[in-house]
T-cell receptor, first 116, second 112 residues
């Protein structure tokens, strides 16, 4: 149980274009999902917390107009990187929380974004 | 002071030995603690969660929590080369506060 999928696993796009990444909880309903970014040899950096049906909460320094998050259902959250630039190239990982009294988070496999 | 601190390593242990990974945290009201394993180029995988003082065992893994000293550790018995990865310590304040704070991770190398 507690499987989280992400799509696509890898994407290459040109500078200035937008990219959408999907995160799905396959066998549970996730009221809360999280989006992280990880640069090579660095730790996870939380970008935003996404609650179903409400606006995402962004961490300090993360541009909400650049990284659009939508959590329209209990099993799906999307991250759209708008007007991507080479410095946005990174490993983007979502996680989902089981909810209730459980604080355990389960991670998706990640999406490697390369902006050329 | 970092909120969650780990020794970056690498920690090298011979195959079959016990690997001991340590983590300290600064927020005294933290309630939930997790260990994740991350292979290079992959996303983190949850190994253990611990909420109460003491030990919690799951197979070859034992998590230890000491809230008074604000540390949590992970022991890996009979270490295998496949255990070679970066281990992330994660802490949640709890009480409805959902943000997870991750340590920077300890790289473990198990030498065959």
């Amino acid at each position: 149980g507690a499987v989280v999928s992400q799509h696509p696993s890898r994407v290459i796009c040109k500078s200035g274009t937008s990219v959408k990444i999907e995160c799905r909880s396959l066998d549970f309903q996730a009221t809360t999902m999280f989006w992280y970014r990880q640069f090579p040899k660095q730790s996870l950096m939380l970008m935003a917390t996404s609650n179903e049906g409400s606006k995402a909460t962004y961490e300090q320094g993360v541009e909400k107009d650049k990284f659009l998050i939508n959590h329209a259902s209990l099993t799906l959250s999307t991250l759209t990187v708008t007007s991507a630039h080479p410095e946005d190239s990174s490993f983007y990982i979502c996680s989902a929380r089981l909810g209730g009294y459980s604080y355990e988070q389960y991670f998706g496999p990640g999406t490697r974004l390369t902006v050329t | 002071q970092k909120e969650v601190e780990q020794n970056s390593g690498p920690l090298s242990v011979p195959e079959g030995a016990i690997a001991s990974l340590n983590c300290t945290y600064s927020d005294r009201v933290s309630q939930s603690f997790f260990w994740y394993r991350q292979y290079s180029g992959k996303s983190p995988e949850l190994i253990m969660s611990i909420y109460s003082n003491g030990d919690k065992e799951d197979g070859r893994f034992t998590a230890q929590l000491n809230k008074a000293s604000q540390y949590v550790s992970l022991l890996i018995r009979d270490s295998q080369p496949s255990d070679s990865a970066t281990y992330l310590c994660a802490v949640i304040r709890g009480g409805g506060y959902q943000k997870v704070t991750f340590g920077t991770g300890t790289k473990l190398q198990v030498i065959p």
